[in-house]
């Protein structure tokens, strides 16, 4: 009989925590009744349901335990076992309906174990019964005490995610509610004031530098970081001509078509002037896309779970295009069309560099001919 077996039997088996305790008299005994099997992948080892007395050894390969739903149509994955484990310990012990089904995931060599054989057949069946009834029940209890330290792992994980999530709500809060307030309070004050709407994006970060202090989080979280350095500011840059060659482009056809009465488009016009307005103006962008795009879209993107990250893009737009309101329905709608280009091209690098070039390019000079367009 030993002839008909395969090698994998010989050492293996022996290697099986619930009969390692066998001296080699019970452990020949032993090979002498249990019955090799080789399955395929995908082809069912034990039905859920059936009733049998077999305990399985994986000796090779990998299974996958499955169970059925009411229905018995549906098929859930429970768990996956690999190669030196036993299954089917409840229908050896006590002879119960299978609770699961087994399925083959790799091609599998397994061994299986009537304890009917074993009582009748095996000299010392009783006593190696006993004494793998009792391995039984002190693996089990390991993988019991495994699973709740596992589970208590993953329960202090998602713990902590909903404290994250939480502390990234607020900041979105509090940055947007500071944002609006102290913009709707200055524009009643001083129309058209770079250096206001500074001020205002500075204060506006300081529930940014409170949310750092309790979370834990550092800066180059918020994008200021040097993640593809180069390669962000090239593409800012032709992202930004690309943008402002297509609004020139149509402005300008505008302008020959004559749809607009008395426009004339005067290139001339794109040229800004060189002064302390520029500077001004880019740590205008450099605050607005850190507010922005650093702060609000990042925190939303951790607080809605945003793995793609288009959810955090698409309302962070609406919400700085909602804000922009007071000064006009043109302001809030090209707030929220800059806030979806901006926000998407951030995704890409995740720093505020190329963004902050592409935002500052394209709102000096696109700016500007819309500008010349809406006065046209």
Not at 64 to 74: G, L, M, P, Q, Y
Not at 76 to 100: K, N, Q, W
Not at 243 to 262: C, D, K, P, R, T
Not at 313 to 339: N, R
Request: hydrophobic letters at 45%; charged letters at 20%; proline letters at 2%.
């Amino acid at each position: 009989m030993d002839s008909e077996k395969p090698t994998f039997l010989n050492d293996p088996l022996r290697n099986f925590d619930i009969i390692g305790h066998l001296d080699d008299y019970q452990f020949a005994a032993l090979k002498e009744i249990v019955v090799p099997r080789k399955f395929k992948a995908g082809e069912m080892i034990v039905e859920e349901g059936d009733r049998s007395d077999l305990l399985w050894f994986l000796v090779r390969g990998s299974i996958e335990v499955i169970k059925h739903d009411k229905s018995a149509r549906n098929e859930v994955s429970m768990t996956r076992i690999d190669e030196r484990c036993v299954f089917g310990e409840i229908s050896f012990l006590h002879s119960y309906s299978r609770t699961a089904s087994v399925r083959a995931l790799t091609d599998c060599g397994c061994v299986s174990l009537s304890r009917q054989d074993l009582e009748k057949k095996h000299p010392d069946g009783k006593h190696v019964l006993h004494e793998m009834t009792y391995q039984i029940a002190r693996i089990n209890t390991e993988r019991i005490l495994d699973g709740d330290e596992l589970r208590l792992k993953s329960l202090r994980s998602e713990t902590q995610g909903l404290r994250e999530r939480i502390s990234s709500g607020k900041a979105v809060l509090f940055t947007v509610l500071s944002v609006a307030l102290m913009g709707v309070v200055g524009k009643m004050l001083i129309e058209n004031n770079a250096v206001l709407d500074i001020c205002i994006l500075g204060l506006a970060l300081i529930p940014f530098l409170f949310f750092l202090k309790n979370a834990g989080k550092c800066v180059e979280y918020f994008g200021v970081n040097g993640n593809h350095f180069v390669r962000s500011l090239f593409e800012g840059i032709i992202a930004a001509l690309l943008v402002v060659g297509i609004l020139v482009g149509g402005i300008f056809g505008i302008a020959q078509s004559g749809v607009v009465e008395n426009f004339a488009f005067d290139f001339k016009s794109l040229i800004p002037t060189v002064g302390s307005g520029l500077l001004t103006y880019l740590i205008y962008v450099l605050l607005q896309e850190l507010v922005c795009r650093g702060v609000v879209q990042n925190s939303l993107r951790e607080f809605l779970n945003d793995e793609s990250g288009w959810r955090s893009v698409l309302l962070t737009a609406i919400i700085f295009g909602l804000i922009q309101i007071p000064a006009g329905l043109w302001a809030a709608g090209t707030a929220t069309a800059g806030g979806i280009l901006f926000g998407f091209f951030y995704l890409r690098h995740t720093n505020l560099v190329g963004v902050t070039i592409f935002h500052y390019l394209a709102g000096l000079f696109g700016g500007t001919a819309l500008q010349n367009l809406i006065s046209g």
